[in-house]
């Protein structure tokens, strides 16, 4: 006996024999996870993905150094105001209202507020500095006053930078404001707690005011996964429930199936939380995975335990048959699944690499559960209702069994692959590389829309009831606010960091070096590139100022740009009214600067990256693109990347697996690599699908793949492990296919229609990013379903041909019609090719399968008459 076997059987007899000790210890280990669920802590949003993102990096830098309304080093709050006009008198009150409550309230801590009208005030009365000051200045401002004052402060550059693109400086007007509030916290302060009181005292102000900013964001980000989980987790579990009410038609046997899937997501989760890892959306799909892979060994291990107790066989000896056969394909699908989640940790992307760790640890989990509580307590459970006679018996019957309709249909499958099983998997094999080379061609999406809530409720929210109705959400459309109202928005513009010193002769002409010649996607005027740069505060200053003007001619020895004194040069600016305009593209030090340039709106957001790299290239010092659509292309980058390097490192991991373990488990390493190819298959035709589909990879379904591997091993491996036990039990090749497709086969059925609907219902979910999620898990369960009991039995009747040399089995003829899929061979005929049991072990074979004695109703074959 191999040491493999030693254990295995070691394990299953603690399990039979001690059944109250495995249960209680394995509840006691729920109580012990469950208080770490509460430390689960949340993380949502795009921010998760640029941790050390290189171009994510730069462009912190930029809105720390050049654009602090929106990402200084201090907690800052934003306080978008819309009116008719937001400069006449109830306009700028309704403002600065809003501001002095917020001053108010000690535990907001305001330091500065940047607002037009803030400055308004200050030229009516510039000695007023706390808000109530700067409201009565407008309140006893006579209309003319308050018509000069608007004037006045229109001729500061930065007045107009916070008022919308509407705004009108001859007529004094502007639909839309924005005010800055910077708060006088440390960085790591809750924004998300100062940002919803703040909004809390918007709301009882006058004005249409909203407050927006990073917490609350975050604060959106958050609830939509959960008002997410709140509609799809209700509907899941109803699909969930009600197929496996079915699949068990026992309560006792549904009951028990239930707990134990509570267990393993209470033991993940727990685990999760005690080791400090935050529920991200990756995260989303470790439970719909838990749930998939401990229903199919649920439904297998009671299908497998009636294929034993309709034989008459006792509770106990039917579990030690049961789970001694099924620990061997529960273990190898376990090790090889969390091998090919662990291979997520090659990515650079850190939710990704605990996505794999979660993964790898909730499979293992669902392996002790399913291996040791759910045998454990059926047994309990059994031996309890047998010494009560007044219990009733419910649903005995495996799930395929003979008479069933899955019975009589699933062995027609293999009709699909007569008669010639090879030239049947060449064709398939043929036509996986043609679905992967059309695959290989699927788009790699991320941006902050995937994660933001919608706009606009899906129409069936309306027929849920109040207690699952999600919350008003409101960040995406101040985002559409923003973009359309103010020039705030780098929709169609890339950013280029730069950092050296500035005031270098040479910084500025070097600067137009780089925007001569532009890239095709980039907007160009006269053979240069459309630019902001701090050439820009140069060229306004010297339009107003004249002694300027003759500094910076002066500063220009041959003409052109000036390439001297540029340490003046900014000195003055920082002296004048530009002071704000300059400081948007030169930081304090002049060691470091930004340019902004225009892109095409059509163009492909990989060109413009690639171009605007190449543009980095071009500067002196240290230069690197950044900006949404960079760093936006760089993390989808990433996670295609992310997504490939896994897969390889996945599969070439669970190849290797594989053939250790069924070379350990069953002395035949070779069949490891023959259970991978229905697992290609599902892959190859799953990406196929996304693209056919318009499905990119983004943040979420980048994890595709990875389920795809579980799946597919899991169920091609009880397929495998099934016919092997058959095989070399008879030695038939046919009579295995047969019998591993009606038993497994059944209750694969169970596992693919439980899961498959059951998350399938995540299409219900809020944000689109899920529910393309649930459709592609729905749809890789179904792939691997069929491919294990469509392509898997044809190569599993080549590989026989091929190691035991029954090349006979290359062509089965066709079908006799019988409505089995198999011709069974003339009563008498002897067969002496030594299969399994050895060279000139005979076999009789009968005409009829069910002839045999046993209990020919319920199709049970007694094999010692085989």
């Not at 100062?194 to 964001?217: H, K, M």
């Not at 995975?289 to 299908?303: E, Q, R």
Request: proline share 5%.
């Amino acid at each position: 006996m191999r040491p493999s076997e030693k254990l295995f059987r070691a394990v299953t007899d603690r399990v039979v024999e001690y059944p109250r000790r495995v249960v209680i210890v394995c509840l006691l280990l729920t109580l012990a996870f469950a208080p770490g669920m509460a430390l689960l802590d949340s993380e949502a949003g795009s921010d998760q993905f640029v941790e050390d993102n290189p171009e994510a990096d730069a462009l912190e830098r930029v809105n720390e150094q050049f654009d602090p309304a929106f990402g200084g080093e201090e907690p800052t709050t934003q306080l978008i105001q819309q009116d008719a006009n937001v400069l006449d008198r109830n306009g700028l009150l309704a403002m600065l209202e809003t501001v002095e409550r917020l001053s108010e309230r000690d535990e907001l801590r305001v330091e500065s507020v940047s607002a037009p009208a803030v400055q308004v005030a200050g030229e009516l009365d510039p000695e007023a500095e706390t808000p109530a000051e700067q409201r009565e200045a407008v309140e006893r401002a006579s209309p003319g006053e308050l018509e000069a004052a608007v004037e006045a402060a229109g001729e500061n550059p930065a007045f107009g930078s916070l008022l919308s693109e509407d705004y009108n400086a001859e007529s004094g007007t502007a639909s839309a404001s924005l005010g800055v509030v910077t708060h006088e916290f440390p960085e790591e302060t809750d924004t998300q707690a100062i940002q919803l009181e703040a909004e809390g005292v918007a709301e009882r102000t006058t004005g249409d005011i909203t407050v927006f900013g990073s917490g609350i964001i975050d604060a959106e980000f958050e609830a939509v996964i959960f008002d997410s989980l709140a509609i799809v987790v209700p509907a899941a579990l109803a699909v969930i429930l009600g197929l496996l009410a079915y699949a068990y038609r026992d309560p006792f046997d549904f009951i028990l199936g239930g707990v134990a899937l509570m267990m393993t997501v209470v033991w993940t989760f727990g685990f999760t939380g005690y080791a400090g890892i935050p529920f991200s959306d990756m995260l989303i799909a470790v439970p719909v995975l838990l749930l998939a892979i401990g229903i199919d060994f649920g439904i297998h291990t009671v299908n497998r335990y009636r294929e034993e107790r309709i034989t008459g066989a006792h509770p106990v000896p039917a579990m030690r048959i049961s789970l001694g056969q099924l620990v061997v394909a529960y273990t190898i699908i376990a090790g090889t699944t969390v091998i090919g989640f662990l291979a997520n940790l090659t990515s650079d992307l850190e939710p990704l690499r605990e996505f794999g760790v979660v993964a790898g640890i909730g499979i293992a989990f669902t392996l002790v559960i399913f291996v040791g509580f759910f045998p454990a307590a059926k047994l309990v459970v059994d031996r309890w209702r047998a010494e009560r006679d007044w219990v009733p018996s419910f649903g005995t019957r495996p799930l395929g069994s003979e008479g069933s309709v899955l019975g009589r249909v699933l062995p027609g499958l293999s009709r699909i692959s007569r008669p010639a099983p090879g030239v049947f998997l060449i064709v398939v094999l043929l036509l996986t590389a043609g679905a992967a080379g059309y695959g290989s061609g699927v788009d790699t999406t991320f941006d902050d829309e995937d994660f933001l809530p919608p706009s606009e409720e899906p129409w069936y929210v309306e027929y849920f009831p109040e207690p699952i109705q999600p919350a008003e959400y409101t960040v995406t459309e101040t985002i559409d606010v923003l973009t359309e109202t103010f020039e705030t928005a780098e929709d169609d513009t890339i950013t280029i960091y730069i950092e050296d010193r500035m005031t270098a002769d040479t910084a500025i002409r070097s600067l137009e070096r780089a925007e001569q010649d532009p890239p095709t996607t980039f907007i160009e005027e006269d053979g240069e590139a459309r630019t902001e740069s701090v050439t820009d505060p140069i060229d306004a200053y010297a339009e107003e100022d004249p002694e300027f003007a003759q500094l910076v001619e002066d500063s220009a020895l041959d003409g052109g740009s000036p390439n001297r004194n540029l340490d003046r040069i900014y000195g003055e600016l920082r002296a004048s009214d530009f002071e704000a305009f300059t400081d948007e593209y030169l930081t304090e030090d002049d060691r470091a600067t930004r340019v902004i340039f225009e892109v095409e709106a059509d163009a492909d957001d990989e060109e413009i990256t690639a171009d605007a790299r190449t543009v980095a290239d071009r500067y002196r010092g240290e230069a690197i693109a950044t900006g949404d659509i960079v760093v936006f292309q760089s993390v989808a980058d990433e996670i295609f990347e992310s997504a490939i390097t896994s897969l390889a490192a996945a599969l070439g991991l669970a190849s290797v697996f594989l053939v250790v373990l069924f070379g350990l488990f069953l002395g035949r390493p070779s069949l490891g690599l023959v259970t991978l190819i229905p697992v290609s298959v599902a892959i190859a035709t799953l990406t196929a699908t996304m693209r056919f589909a318009g499905i990119p990879f983004n943040a979420l379904t980048a994890t595709i793949l990875a389920i795809t591997i579980g799946l597919g091993v899991d169920y091609t491996v009880h397929v495998a492990h099934r016919f092997t036990d058959e095989y070399e039990a008879t030695g038939d090749v046919e009579y295995a296919v047969r019998t591993t497709l009606q038993g497994t086969g059944g209750a694969l059925t169970g596992t693919m229609g439980t899961t498959a609907l059951g998350t399938g219902v995540l299409v219900l979910a809020i944000t689109p990013l899920l529910g393309q999620f649930g459709l592609l898990t729905a749809a890789s369960i179904v792939l691997a379903y069929i491919a294990a009991l469509v392509v898997l039995p044809p190569a599993l009747i080549v590989w026989v041909a091929i190691v035991d040399g029954r090349w006979g089995l290359l062509w089965l003829g066709p079908d006799d019609g019988a409505g089995d899929g198999f011709d069974w061979l003339d009563t008498g005929e002897v067969r002496t090719d030594g299969g399994a049991h050895g060279a000139g072990t005979e076999f009789e074979w009968v005409t009829d399968p069910h002839e045999v004695e046993g209990d020919a109703e319920e199709g049970v074959i007694d094999e010692q008459n085989c």
